[in-house]
DNA sequence: TACTTATTTAGAAATTTGTCTAAATACCTA
DNA sequence: TAGGTATTTAGACAAATTTCTAAATAAGTA
């Protein structure tokens, strides 16, 4: 749970989540959408993957990125849990 | 929802609101049950009244805190959007 | 093989966060 | 009013976070 709630608590991994639900992207195309540097999104994507949020494929040279909400099941649990 | 994320990214406060979930109480009764101190337990209660997540009545010398989960209704909201 | 493109890793700087102690404020009671 | 209890505010410090540039790795292509 640390590590979801951890990378949903910004803006730009958020703006990447609501990205990567219309299509799947790769690093670059992910990047091209924001004024941040491409290692900075790198590092933001490797926060998501770490809490769960995305899966990463390897596709020759570029690397796939795709939304996973399974790990989000969890997250709404525990705020049904706590409305009763 | 960014005072919301922010709020939600702490283990301490995330105990409080399942503390709140049970019965109101007042800060001296919150801060009983952690190792912390009290000027940080008043801290994280702040930072948990700011997102909206909890009120605090004023009852004579005591401030009784109470949990408020409508505000995660949005957060359930963005979510459910991400899954489609 | 050499060059280009895509992405990550490394290391550094600025900002934010969580915590503490000491002091201030507010209320209660004798 | 004086003294005690509950809580917050202020200020400081260490650790974590976000960002950057430069360099490293990996893959495609002439």
Known sequence: MNSLFKALN???RRAILELLKENDLNAGEIA???DISKPS???HLDLLKQAGLVTAIKN???ITYSINTIVMDELVQWIMKLKD
């Open 10 to 12: 910004d803006h730009t």
């Open 60 to 62: 020759g040279q570029y």
């Open 41 to 43: 999104i790198s590092h």
């Open 32 to 34: 091209n959408h924001f």
